[in-house]
């Protein structure tokens, strides 16, 4: 796993200090968290060596509000080695993996709910979707923290999903000087350098830059990866009450595309986990991203805040593919097609939110909106019994006369979408807590099939809403309860080239949160209805079709605990029930969503005063069984368990080292899949070194 670096290189772990269960803003003696902290504040897992900034993470409201979520914090990412999205979301319950479209994306599902094949779930980076349309695999070497909010409340800037949102929070400057740099090399020849520095460039103006590169000749055959990422921010803060900041990130990401491996005979792991059926001499995938954003906070007296912001992100996706189609009745014989990707994407948006207090209420107004120009366009030849362009699953043999693609998709998407909220947060009593919120969301949608000329049009202006309570019982447990709607656009056409119709949803959670000296637990039961979402179409998977409904309901177990002054510990658990009302598919499972999953991951630090000693991390992830299609084929992707462990050694505050492995007892499972021909398969062990140094 050759990213597996990424958050080796954030190596705070060798310095944190308070436990993984720390529910303030900033490391604090644990003398000081009582009630009155975990009260007004999201679970933080690790340690917050910043205070948030309002700008870019989720607000009071929802930190109040939703007991389920959580803060995954950076020193606790790099322990964890969470080299890719997929891997910190494991520290949290409820999420699991899903198709990530040929290597070039990131995808998973919350609460049982996907996001689009093609699109992957959407995520947020500072509050802002960062994914509309289409966006490469995350390099977390950018991020301070990620925020899993979960439920109804947990809402960001006004959006609302009753399953939950991921929202990615950047690094941004600071007015002490600091700097590192992280060197990696690991298994299948992956390198990989971090550099990272920040400081004041006078007394109101910061600034920090933040650099990625990797190369790696990947566990697959033929599946190299190259990606870099530079991240330039500034902070201007003229007052105590004002602070605006620029942050910017240019990505390159260049990859085969690669749909993994079909199952044989029922079996998703039959075949060798590195064997590609792809051509080599198809190339890589390039993708290319930027994005620029200026968010501002204002300070407008009386504890009225004024948080704005606008971002603009463009993006690029070219690159030929073989994918395979179908396996053959001699089970060894791949037929396939190849496919010309050029998709494009420019997404403008901006926000500005008025939150303050008047009397027990909290209120929050809010406007946003967002323009959206997306192209997907690819070009497609299939196989047919006179031109297979076949290959052998058992013996594989490349540089055959490729077809030539013709055009299969032109789609030209337009969106002009823009939101009203207002919310208020109501302190009933001392501990008793309401919650109420109305969003309206007009919108024009305009899709033109350019194959056919034909333009659809969709306008609307949905209103939705949540409400919600929490009862502090104690200064130790609180139970909470919330309710909410939810609505989002679809893009791409159906197998007949019309347009689809928005998602729709409505949930509810209840649960019991429970806080004290270094110990977090919370248990929460959902259940949730959706329609319209979309999945692989049953009749052809080369196209997308919309669920008629889909329902889940389950159980969450998150905890983190100090064990003694050296040990901490997280621990989740989710039992998901994610079922399907549509008789179009043959089965009624849900693609890629387990009944059961859980994660155990320990953290020991054995530093002394100056910050010198030994620290060591592992634990194990645990997925179900999970359906691997939703044809007729019936493919079940069986249950794993796979492994991770770490040391590092400090040799001061200034250096450190570390040596970690992924999947330590070289699991063989498939993580992920599409169809029964497009089965992801897990990467091997993967061993990785580090070496930090701060100046």
């Given at each position: 796993?050759?990213?597996?670096?990424?958050?080796?290189?954030?190596?705070?772990?060798?310095?944190?200090?308070?436990?993984?269960?720390?529910?303030?803003?900033?490391?604090?003696?644990?003398?000081?968290?009582?009630?009155?902290?975990?009260?007004?504040?999201?679970?933080?897992?690790?340690?917050?060596?910043?205070?948030?900034?309002?700008?870019?993470?989720?607000?009071?409201?929802?930190?109040?509000?939703?007991?389920?979520?959580?803060?995954?914090?950076?020193?606790?990412?790099?322990?964890?080695?969470?080299?890719?999205?997929?891997?910190?979301?494991?520290?949290?319950?409820?999420?699991?993996?899903?198709?990530?479209?040929?290597?070039?994306?990131?995808?998973?599902?919350?609460?049982?709910?996907?996001?689009?094949?093609?699109?992957?779930?959407?995520?947020?980076?500072?509050?802002?979707?960062?994914?509309?349309?289409?966006a490469p695999p995350r390099d977390p070497a950018t991020a301070e923290r990620i925020e899993l909010l979960k439920?109804?409340?947990?809402?960001?800037?006004?959006?609302?999903?009753?399953?939950?949102?991921?929202?990615?929070?950047?690094?941004?400057?600071?007015?002490?000087?600091?700097?590192?740099?992280?060197?990696?090399?690991?298994?299948?020849?992956?390198?990989?350098?971090?550099?990272?520095?920040?400081?004041?460039?006078?007394?109101?103006?910061?600034?920090?830059?933040?650099?990625?590169?990797?190369?790696?000749?990947?566990?697959?055959?033929?599946?190299?990866?190259?990606?870099?990422?530079?991240?330039?921010?500034?902070?201007?803060?003229?007052?105590?009450?004002?602070?605006?900041?620029?942050?910017?990130?240019?990505?390159?990401?260049?990859?085969?595309?690669?749909?993994?491996?079909?199952?044989?005979?029922?079996?998703?792991?039959?075949?060798?986990?590195?064997?590609?059926?792809?051509?080599?001499?198809?190339?890589?995938?390039?993708?290319?991203?930027?994005?620029?954003?200026?968010?501002?906070?204002?300070?407008?007296?009386?504890?009225?805040?004024?948080?704005?912001?606008?971002?603009?992100?463009?993006?690029?996706?070219?690159?030929?593919?073989?994918?395979?189609?179908?396996?053959?009745?001699?089970?060894?014989?791949?037929?396939?097609?190849?496919?010309?990707?050029?998709?494009?994407?420019?997404?403008?948006?901006?926000?500005?939110?008025?939150?303050?207090?008047?009397?027990?209420?909290?209120?929050?107004?809010?406007?946003?909106?967002?323009?959206?120009?997306?192209?997907?366009?690819?070009?497609?030849?299939?196989?047919?019994?006179?031109?297979?362009?076949?290959?052998?699953?058992?013996?594989?043999?490349?540089?055959?006369?490729?077809?030539?693609?013709?055009?299969?998709?032109?789609?030209?998407?337009?969106?002009?979408?823009?939101?009203?909220?207002?919310?208020?947060?109501?302190?009933?009593?001392?501990?008793?807590?309401?919650?109420?919120?109305?969003?309206?969301?007009?919108?024009?949608?305009?899709?033109?099939?350019?194959?056919?000329?034909?333009?659809?049009?969709?306008?609307?202006?949905?209103?939705?809403?949540?409400?919600?309570?929490?009862?502090?019982?104690?200064?130790?447990?609180?139970?909470?309860?919330?309710?909410?709607?939810?609505?989002?656009?679809?893009?791409?056409?159906?197998?007949?080239?019309?347009?689809?119709?928005?998602?729709?949803?409505?949930?509810?959670?209840?649960?019991?949160?429970?806080?004290?000296?270094?110990?977090?637990?919370?248990?929460?039961?959902?259940?949730?209805?959706?329609?319209?979402?979309?999945?692989?179409?049953?009749?052809?998977?080369?196209?997308?079709?919309?669920?008629?409904?889909?329902?889940?309901?389950?159980?969450?177990?998150?905890?983190?605990?100090?064990?003694?002054?050296?040990?901490?510990?997280?621990?989740?658990?989710?039992?998901?029930?994610?079922?399907?009302?549509?008789?179009?598919?043959?089965?009624?499972?849900?693609?890629?969503?387990?009944?059961?999953?859980?994660?155990?991951?320990?953290?020991?630090?054995?530093?002394?005063?100056?910050?010198?000693?030994?620290?060591?991390?592992?634990?194990?992830?645990?997925?179900?069984?999970?359906?691997?299609?939703?044809?007729?084929?019936?493919?079940?992707?069986?249950?794993?368990?796979?492994?991770?462990?770490?040391?590092?050694?400090?040799?001061?505050?200034?250096?450190?080292?570390?040596?970690?492995?992924?999947?330590?007892?070289?699991?063989?499972?498939?993580?992920?899949?599409?169809?029964?021909?497009?089965?992801?398969?897990?990467?091997?062990?993967?061993?990785?070194?580090?070496?930090?140094?701060?100046?």
């Open positions: 796993m050759r990213a597996s670096i990424l958050f080796a290189a954030t190596t705070s772990l060798a310095i944190a200090g308070p436990a993984l269960g720390n529910d303030r803003h900033v490391p604090t003696d644990d003398a000081k968290v009582g009630a009155e902290g975990w009260d007004s504040e999201i679970v933080v897992l690790g340690t917050r060596e910043t205070p948030a900034d309002p700008t870019l993470s989720s607000g009071k409201t929802t930190e109040r509000m939703s007991q389920s979520s959580r803060s995954i914090e950076r020193d606790l990412l790099a322990a964890a080695g969470a080299y890719r999205l997929a891997d910190a979301l494991e520290l949290v319950s409820g999420v699991s993996n899903q198709n990530n479209r040929g290597g070039i994306m990131d995808n998973f599902a919350i609460r049982g709910f996907l996001g689009t094949p093609d699109g992957g779930a959407e995520y947020y980076v500072d509050g802002f979707l960062a994914n509309r349309g289409m439920g109804p409340s947990g809402a960001l800037f006004g959006d609302i999903d009753p399953g939950g949102r991921v929202n990615l929070v950047s690094k941004t400057p600071r007015f002490e000087r600091a700097a590192s740099a992280t060197f990696t090399y690991g298994s299948f020849d992956t390198k990989r350098v971090e550099l990272d520095a920040t400081g004041p460039l006078s007394s109101t103006l910061a600034a920090r830059i933040v650099f990625a590169a990797e190369d790696s000749d990947g566990w697959r055959d033929f599946v190299t990866l190259r990606r870099r990422v530079v991240a330039p921010s500034l902070t201007w803060a003229p007052s105590d009450g004002a602070r605006v900041t620029y942050i910017g990130e240019i990505t390159q990401f260049d990859a085969p595309f690669d749909r993994g491996v079909p199952a044989i005979a029922g079996d998703a792991n039959a075949v060798p986990r590195n064997l590609f059926y792809g051509e080599p001499g198809d190339g890589v995938t390039r993708f290319r991203n930027q994005r620029h954003q200026l968010t501002g906070v204002f300070g407008l007296g009386d504890g009225w805040t004024l948080n704005t912001g606008i971002a603009y992100r463009t993006g690029t996706l070219q690159g030929y593919s073989s994918d395979h189609t179908s396996l053959r009745a001699d089970g060894r014989t791949l037929w396939r097609q190849r496919r010309l990707r050029d998709y494009s994407v420019d997404d403008l948006s901006a926000r500005a939110e008025l939150s303050g207090s008047v009397g027990a209420h909290q209120i929050a107004i809010g406007v946003k909106g967002y323009y959206l120009d997306y192209h997907d366009k690819y070009l497609r030849r299939s196989p047919n019994a006179s031109a297979p362009y076949a290959i052998d699953v058992y013996a594989p043999v490349y540089g055959g006369t490729a077809p030539t693609p013709v055009p299969f998709v032109d789609n030209r998407e337009k969106r002009w979408a823009g939101t009203v909220y207002v919310q208020d947060m109501w302190d009933v009593t001392g501990r008793l807590t309401l919650l109420g919120g109305l969003r309206i969301d007009p919108y024009r949608q305009r899709l033109r099939n350019n194959l056919t000329g034909v333009t659809g049009r969709n306008v609307d202006a949905p209103v939705n809403g949540r409400v919600g309570a929490r009862y502090r019982v104690s200064d130790v447990l609180a139970l909470h309860a919330n309710w909410g709607e939810s609505f989002l656009l679809n893009s791409g056409t159906d197998r007949n080239g019309d347009g689809f119709a928005p998602e729709r949803g409505h949930g509810y959670e209840i649960g019991a949160s429970a806080a004290w000296r270094g110990v977090n637990l919370a248990a929460t039961w959902f259940d949730i209805t959706k329609q319209g979402i979309l999945t692989n179409d049953p009749t052809d998977p080369g196209y997308l079709a919309p669920v008629g409904k889909l329902t889940s309901h389950g159980i969450e177990f998150d905890a983190s605990a100090n064990l003694d002054r050296h040990w901490q510990v997280v621990a989740n658990y989710a039992w998901t029930h994610a079922r399907t009302d549509d008789a179009t598919f043959a089965t009624d499972r849900v693609l890629d969503v387990p009944t059961h999953s859980g994660t155990l991951f320990l953290v020991g630090r054995y530093l002394d005063a100056d910050g010198r000693g030994p620290s060591l991390s592992g634990g194990v992830t645990y997925v179900g069984d999970r359906a691997g299609a939703i044809d007729t084929s019936g493919l079940v992707l069986p249950a794993y368990a796979k492994a991770k462990a770490a040391a590092e050694y400090a040799f001061s505050p200034r250096v450190s080292v570390r040596l970690e492995a992924d999947n330590l007892f070289d699991a063989h499972y498939a993580q992920s899949s599409y169809s029964p021909v497009w089965v992801f398969p897990g990467a091997p062990r993967t061993v990785r070194a580090s070496l930090k140094i701060r100046v």
